[in-house]
């Protein structure tokens, strides 16, 4: 009998038994799967647990009593998806949310989150509305043929991230070809994959770099090869610290990178300061109105990065100090003026 | 007793049968074996697959008796073929003493699913703890007042025993801050899920100027990096999208629209019309490698040395200016002329506020 034919036959005789069963009478029924040397069997039946328990079925053992004899058994209540029972908008945002991200094509566990949304559909009451607005955001998200074929991410990204996704979940150390920022730097590395980040469109792997034996962040554009260690997969290879904190590495401003030692910078924002101009600092940096203008001034670890983002602003920002960042963004537009001329 | 199974026989190939396919368990002796359930062995992760499918599709099928198949498959995200080899399969599920009521029944009739028998799978497991995790990474992503709510449910629907691992992998995945502060998303959010006008105050960046608009909203969608809410402005008289780090404010209205139809909805596109001509840019190495791990950057050409010329549909000449400025000298735009001079232009004046 195949493995994914004997787990459902055990699923389907767990929940029908109105009381705990014994190990002895599941060896009896399921002499084929079970029979043979009791080590053998038990560990057999204790791999067809925890596969059970990683598609959401919990086989428990209970201890038995007075009342009820000792063996294993599945909880109605622990086994079926409840009613989330969640307000209609708190429903929307679920569907919706869902149904973006996996139109995006590359987004962690794309196959759970596809499943998750199919299973919605009955923890809720009255999911259509809902429903419906996921399918038309699924839609809308994908764009057209043509809009889709131009869209497509590096081919294998998808790949790379769900590979990723299930070493992140499961601990396992991963091995990475790595293209470094100049072209021809590739670099071989085991790392242990702690989280993953999106930021600007684009997906990141943090976690320990044994080569580098620090905390580092990964592109995956630039993972050429990815191997996931496959010995012993319900064994984790190592533990993330405990202040590890994704959401801080997030949301750094790529000026808030660690290439260097801090440097205060300051730009001006030409007036009329937009909304969009002020914000696109980030919260930690420090506005003042200044003559109509406005002065903004942040801490930098990344200065090439400020440069860059000042000059997507074109005249309506400028760098005003340090003085030697300042030359480097009037240079930058002295050599791209010579070359439009 | 003696406990073992009997398979009952590979269903008949023929016209469709109004009678169970199953025959008295009396029948089935011997060896026989439904040839489909033996190819699907292969890889672990097949089985995987047809688990947690099969624990969805049972339940879904006893939920909308009569499926037409195609519409289960789709729903399943598998080919017709693909499906009827699942059935196939379930057929020889059941549980013991395995007698013939004992098993699974689902049969396919005029290209319709029914289930005769569905031996407790009459709901999905619950969620696995990456299943949840995917849906909530999402969720915070998107953002609105009701994520801790929407967290806190999919904790819930986790087997207890796998909730730590839930909420440890909850920290593992960011997929982006919210666009929009949380009041205007959960707004929008309650608005759609109840069909009401909402009223915007918006910032149009063609008109560089906020304004107020009343929109019945439809959904919302996420495309190259931005987020959407696409709906019906009622001012202008058809459907529009409005970015949601554009909306200032959004206020819930009394009136109740009637939304369109999926199949309507289903012919909507976010961007109607044609966004102009593809602008072309020329990249330096670096920045070639870069921008075309990009979702919309299509390559056109490339040099030995790495650089590229790429082309982005749907940029529009401001953006593509900035985006070229904002790769520090080793991009430029180059096509088409108009694009090119509004681009050589934005250096002139930038150059000007460093030399004035």
């Known amino acids: 009998m195949q493995k994914a034919e004997r787990l459902l036959d055990l699923a389907a005789f767990l929940l029908r038994s109105a009381e705990p069963v014994a190990w002895r009478e ?213 533990a993330v610290p405990k202040d590890f904190a994704l959401r801080e590495l997030a949301t750094r401003e790529p000026w808030e990178y660690a290439v260097h030692p801090p440097v205060r910078c300051t730009a001006r924002l030409e007036p009329p300061a937009s909304y969009e101009a002020r914000a696109s600092f980030g919260p930690r940096a420090a506005l003042r109105d200044e003559e109509g203008a406005v002065v903004v001034e942040v801490e930098a670890t990344n200065a090439e990065a400020l440069v860059r983002h000042v000059l997507s602003m074109g005249d309506r920002a400028v760098i005003l100090a340090p003085a030697d960042l300042r030359a480097r963004a009037r240079d930058v537009l002295a050599h791209l003026s010579r070359s439009c001329a | ?144 007042d009701g994520t801790s709510r929407a967290l806190a449910a999919l904790r819930e629907s986790v087997p207890r025993d796998r909730r730590p691992s839930f909420d440890e992998l909850v920290g593992r995945i960011y997929a982006g801050s919210p666009a929009a502060p949380r ?57 529009l999208p409005f970015r949601l780090d554009r909306i200032r404010s959004c206020e819930l209205g009394e009136e109740h629209f009637t939304p369109p139809t999926p199949e309507h909805l289903a012919k909507e596109r976010l961007f109607s019309d044609a966004q102009g001509e593809p602008v072309r840019l020329r990249l330096g190495p670096r920045a070639a490698a870069w921008a075309l791990s990009r979702p919309g950057v299509k390559l056109m050409e490339r040099e030995e040395d790495g650089s590229a010329v790429v082309e982005m549909a749907a940029a529009g000449e401001d953006w593509a200016t900035r985006f070229a400025l904002s790769l520090g000298g080793e991009a430029e735009v180059v096509a088409p002329p108009s694009a090119r001079r509004h681009f050589a232009e934005a250096v002139r004046r930038a150059l000007a506020r460093y030399d004035g």
Not at chain 2, 16 to 23: G, I, Q, S, V, Y
Not at chain 2, 183 to 202: D, F, K, N
Not at chain 2, 213 to 229: C, E, I, S
């Open chain 2, 1 to 144: 007793m003696s406990g073992g199974k009997r398979r009952p026989p590979a269903p008949k190939p023929g016209p469709p049968n109004t009678a169970r396919r199953r025959k008295s368990p009396g029948a089935v002796t011997g060896p026989p074996n439904a040839p489909a359930t033996e190819q699907a062995g292969g890889a672990k992760g097949d089985a995987r697959d047809r688990l947690r499918r099969v624990l969805f599709l049972v339940p879904y099928a006893v939920r909308h008796p009569g499926i037409a198949v195609k519409d289960l498959a789709a729903k399943c995200g598998i080919s017709e073929k693909e499906l009827l080899d699942d059935l196939d399969f379930l057929l020889c599920v059941g549980c013991p003493p395995f007698a013939p009521d004992d098993f699974l029944d689902l049969y396919v009739e005029g290209d319709r699913v029914h289930v005769a028998l569905h031996q407790s799978f009459s709901r999905p497991p619950r969620f696995t703890e990456s299943e949840a995790a995917a849906l909530a990474a999402a969720a915070q992503a998107l953002g609105g």
């Open chain 1, 26 to 238: 599941i060896q009896e029924q399921f002499p084929g799967e079970y029979g043979g040397s009791d080590g053998a069997a038990i560990r057999k039946f204790e791999r067809d647990k925890a596969e059970l328990l990683e598609l959401g079925i919990p086989v428990r053992w209970e201890a038995g009593d007075d009342d009820l004899p000792a063996g294993y058994l599945i909880e109605r209540d622990e086994f079926y998806l409840p009613d989330l029972e969640l307000a209609p908008e708190d429903l929307a945002l679920l569907y919706l949310a869902g149904s973006a991200a996996l139109a995006h094509g590359t987004f962690p566990y794309a196959k759970d989150l596809a499943h998750a949304l199919n299973k919605l559909s009955f923890a809720a009451r009255a999911a259509g509305t809902s429903e419906s607005a996921g399918l038309a955001a699924h839609q809308l998200s994908q764009g057209d043929q043509r809009e889709r074929a131009n869209a497509a991410p590096v081919p294998g990204m998808a790949g790379i991230l769900e590979e990723l996704s299930g070493a992140v979940a499961a601990k396992k150390r991963v091995h990475l070809s790595y293209e470094g920022a100049d072209r021809g730097q590739r670099t071989e590395r085991d790392v242990d994959p702690y989280g993953l980040y999106q930021a600007t469109g684009a997906w990141f792997l943090v976690g320990h770099c044994h080569l580098r034996r620090d905390l580092r962040t990964f592109h995956l554009g630039r993972i050429a090869r990815l191997e996931v260690n496959r010995t012993a997969p319900r064994s984790p290879d190592f």
């Open chain 2, 183 to 239: 009041s205007v998303l959960g707004r929008l959010q309650r608005a759609i899920a109840e069909h009401r006008e909402v009223r915007l105050r918006y910032y149009s960046e063609t008109r560089g100027a906020e304004g107020d608009r009343t929109v019945q909203p439809w959904t919302l969608a996420q495309r190259l990096g931005h987020w959407y809410l696409y709906g019906f402005d009622l001012s202008r008289a058809r459907p």
